[in-house]
């Protein structure tokens, strides 16, 4: 379960440009939602989004998970939630290119505290899982868009995380390819995984259970 209270986040704090992104969110997601974060653009959905994906600090409140205090975490032990727990997809994928779509995944293998013996097939597996298995061998800048967008997301799960962040993962992609996307996400709720999208489309947002607006770093109630 996440839970975020009176989260107040300010960028360049105490310098001439600091500037107040999230001013007292408190949100609670349990275990197994789909949840759209909508809002302008600026409003804050990204910003909240590191603060849950223990990207970014805050600097009040608390936000817990399963439990777990994340208040003045080391930049080591924030690493090691995020592999353990968290699986973060982005609008431009941010794959590396010239790697081919197995090395991609096998990358947060590599990174985990335990490494399984069998990295290879579990990183192939979760290509599977978004229907991605025949193109393992292909370097990513040969793929499509949507392409990517299933291997950004078999990386984001390949350590099997209970909670999967993204961030505008249909805004590059045409509307069909979307649509393809979503059903990846939501077979991924279907799962049991808690999932929260951020996105400008109601389209999707309609989607999932539960939708969160943001405007102007405050959450609407
Ligand atoms: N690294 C940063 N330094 C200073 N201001 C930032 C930084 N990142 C975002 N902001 C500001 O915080 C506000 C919220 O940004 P963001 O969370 O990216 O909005 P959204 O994702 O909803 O478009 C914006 O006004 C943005 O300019
Ligand atoms: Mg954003």
């Known amino acids: 379960m996440i839970i975020l209270k009176n989260i107040k986040k300010v960028y360049n704090p105490k310098k001439a440009n600091a500037f107040e992104a999230l001013h007292d969110v408190s949100l609670t997601i349990e275990d197994g939602e789909l949840v759209a974060v909508i809002g302008t653009s600026g409003a804050g959905k990204s910003t909240l989004l590191h ?9 009040k409140g608390e936000y817990k998970i399963d439990g777990f205090s994340t208040i003045n975490l080391s930049e080591r032990r924030s690493a090691q939630l995020r592999n353990e727990k968290i699986g973060m997809v982005m609008q431009d994928f941010a794959l590396v290119e010239d790697f081919s779509a197995l090395e991609n995944v096998l990358l947060p293998l590599e990174f985990a505290k335990r490494k399984k013996p069998n990295r290879k097939l579990v990183a192939m597996n979760a290509l599977k899982s978004v229907g991605m ?26 350590n099997e995380p209970s909670i999967i962040l993204a961030d505008e993962p249909t805004g590059a992609l045409d509307s069909k390819t979307a649509a393809e996307i979503m059903g990846v996400f939501r077979e991924l709720h279907t799962q049991g995984k808690t999932v929260i999208i951020v996105t400008h489309d109601m389209s999707i947002a309609q989607q999932c259970g539960r939708i969160i607006e943001i405007s102007d770093g405050n959450l609407i109630p």
């Open 51 to 59: 603060i849950l994906a223990c990207i970014d600090s805050y600097e």
């Open 133 to 158: 298995e025949e193109y393992a061998k292909k370097p990513v800048n040969k793929l499509s868009g949507g392409q990517k967008q299933r291997v950004a997301i078999a990386r984001a799960i390949v």
